[in-house]
């Protein structure tokens, strides 16, 4: 076994752990905070000058299963949802798409 979860069965993975995070995780916004300072990025730029510049990305994120986030951009007034498997897109991650009405 390659330990690879991909397609149908990350999906099937990851929202088998939904119902289960708060324990692994008793504090979510605290544990999600912890997690959302380690996506700092730093990006080294060549200037004109021909010397380096330092860039700084920063991102924040939390997890949610997919039907929260059907119900999210439903909300949102989004019709005609579909997700797009990882296998049928060639992207890594899950795609939805919507229309907006």
Request: charged share 20%; aromatic share 10%.
């Amino acid at each position: 076994m390659s330990g690879h979860i991909g397609g149908e069965s990350a999906r099937r993975f990851h929202d088998s752990l939904a119902e289960s995070y708060h324990l692994l995780y008793p504090d979510w916004d605290a544990a999600i905070t912890d997690q959302g300072r380690a996506l700092d990025r730093f990006q080294l730029l060549p200037t004109a000058e021909g010397s380096l510049s330092v860039r700084t990305r920063r991102a924040t994120y939390w997890a949610i299963t997919r039907s929260q986030l059907a119900e999210l951009i439903s909300a949102g007034g989004f019709t005609h949802l579909r997700w797009h498997e990882p296998h049928d897109s060639g992207f890594l991650q899950p795609i939805l798409t919507a229309r907006a009405e």
